[in-house]
């Protein structure tokens, strides 16, 4: 009896510390993938960063969206989101994201988006997509892109 005892109390404390190195072993990883973006600031829809061009890929099975985007401001952006709302007559019946990164003052960088729910072949005359510019990480210290 003696015995089982011991072996169930050695088992509660291999099962502790082992839930104790998991949850150290996530904190570490959490904090070793997330970089500090103290010199970085998030905007809804910035001034200054424009889509450019944009048309169907129609080589594509799902509705994708290649383009480019400007980037007019005089500020490095690290990213730059984008969406693309696709309606029926003026129904909104689908939104896909992208983004695009690392984007200098006054340079053009190319997109694609896909949306995985609608069909890239055949669609009806009434299905038509906006692309727009969402948000983005503005760099705002001249230390680079991490």
């Not at 099975?61 to 969406?83: F, K, M, Q, V, Y």
Request: include cysteine; charge should be negative; aromatic fraction near 6%.
């Amino acid at each position: 009896m003696r015995k089982i005892f011991g072996q169930m109390l050695m088992s509660l404390v291999m099962g502790i510390c082992f839930v104790i190195g998991i949850a150290v072993a996530i904190f570490l990883i959490e904090g070793s993938l997330v970089p500090p973006y103290d010199d970085h600031t998030w905007i809804n829809e910035p001034e200054g960063v424009t889509v450019v061009d944009h048309r169907p890929d129609s080589a594509a099975p799902d509705l994708t969206i290649i383009g480019a985007i400007r980037n007019e401001s005089a500020h490095l952006w690290d990213t730059i989101n984008l969406e693309v709302n696709v309606f029926a007559g003026e129904a909104l019946v689908n939104s896909c994201n992208g983004s695009v990164q690392e984007i200098p003052p006054g340079s053009d960088r190319s997109f694609r988006i896909r949306c995985l729910q609608v069909s890239g072949q055949n669609l009806p005359d009434n299905v038509h997509y906006r692309v727009h510019v969402r948000s983005g990480f503005r760099v705002e210290q001249e230390t680079g892109i991490r």
